[in-house]
C-alpha cells in the first residue's frame, strides 16, 4: 500500500469517528432522547408499529440512540472506524483508477 493510499485509509477511518456524533444528533439521536419530527423519530415509528406497539432494546433503533445519547461504545468506534478505512480505501483506489495510474 502506497503513501496515498495509507493516509486515505486513515483519514476515512478517523474522519468517520470524529464525525459519527454529528451524524446522529443531525438525524435526530440526541442525549436529550428521540427528535420528534426527525429521521430517528420516522424509525421509531416504524420499528414500534413492525414489533406490534414497542421499540425492541436489542433493535438498531435502540442502539443508534444508545449512540446519541452516551457517545460510540468501543465496539461501535472499531466498526465506523473500519467502515471510514474501507471508504477512504475505495476512494483512494478510484482516484488512482481516474488518474491511470
Known sequence: MDLCTTAAVVL??????AVAPAVLAAAGFTSA?????????AM???AAVA???GVAATGMVAALQSAGAAGLSGGATAVVGAVGGAVGYMASAAVCVLDCC
Open 12 to 17: 476515512g477511518s478517523a474522519g468517520a469517528v
Open 44 to 46: 421509531m415509528s416504524t
Open 33 to 41: 432522547g428521540i427528535v420528534a419530527g426527525s429521521v430517528a423519530s
Open 51 to 53: 414489533n406490534g406497539g
